[in-house]
């Protein structure tokens, strides 16, 4: 089974400072990778994907992210941050649920505040 | 376009009581999955539904079951409900045989 590890659960920032949010899996064959974003009191919302190709994978609101299969990394980044990007972040990983669904497993997220 | 609802928003259960979580999911979707949010966690996959079948099932008791109706809704049942299955329930939808998949926003049980 899969895993995933946010290594952070924390990470206060200065408004318009660059942030990296850090996501390691275990490894597998064939490897679909998410980053969602999570405001208080709402559901999940995708802001970046990696199913193949490029290994930078440009998101909404100026997030990207970089696989690195090497590392079994994908992590978060975004240049300058902004007040309303306050909210959890949740690192995902798609795995073979059973035929030809798939299932997600989350890390435990990290909280991304950002600070005037 | 409609996105992933679910009912109700919120509800309070007393220990012991059952539960009946809905969900539509996006027009043309026909899988739908349900995850448990426990506060301070990521979600956790609870059951996969697709064409009325269960086609995937996480480590969760026999409290918990699912089904799913001809127009795709889906229903999440948990029996004899425990403090611990305070948690927000999410809902999900997509194409069969896709990883991508849309969240609606959740109900949050509080069991007390």
């Known amino acids: 089974a899969q895993s995933v590890t946010q290594l952070d659960s924390q990470v206060p920032v200065f408004e318009e400072a660059p942030v990296e949010l850090r996501c390691n899996y275990s490894?597998?064959?064939?490897?679909?990778l998410f980053w969602y974003v999570q405001y208080p009191n709402q559901g999940l919302q995708l802001l970046l994907k990696?199913?193949?190709?490029?290994?930078l994978v440009k998101g909404i609101n100026g997030f990207e992210a970089e696989f690195n299969k090497s590392q079994t990394s994908f992590h978060l980044r975004k240049p300058s941050v902004h007040i309303s990007d306050t909210a959890e972040y949740f690192c995902?990983?798609?795995?073979?649920?059973?035929?030809?669904?798939?299932?997600?497993?989350f890390g435990k997220g990290t909280l991304l505040t950002v600070n005037p | 376009d409609a996105g992933v609802t679910q009912s109700p928003t919120h509800l309070i259960k007393t220990r012991g009581q059952h539960v009946t979580l809905r969900c539509s999911p996006i027009?043309?979707?026909?899988?739908v999955s349900w995850y448990q949010q426990v506060l301070g966690q990521g979600p956790q996959f609870i059951f996969q539904?697709?064409?009325?079948?269960?086609?995937g099932r996480g480590n969760f008791p026999d409290r918990f079951s699912a089904r799913q109706f001809p127009n795709y809704s889906s229903e999440l049942n948990v029996n004899a409900l425990l403090l611990g299955d305070s948690a927000l329930y999410l809902c999900?939808?997509?194409?069969?045989?896709?990883?991508?998949?849309?969240f609606g926003q959740g109900t949050r049980l509080t069991v007390v």
């Open positions: 539904y697709y064409e009325k079948e269960e086609r």
């Open positions: 995902a990983v798609s795995e073979k649920a059973g035929g030809s669904n798939y299932k997600l497993t």
């Open positions: 990696y199913l193949s190709g490029s290994t």
């Open positions: 490894s597998s064959v064939s490897v679909y």
């Open positions: 999900a939808s997509s194409f069969w045989g896709y990883t991508e998949a849309f």
């Open positions: 027009s043309g979707h026909k899988s």
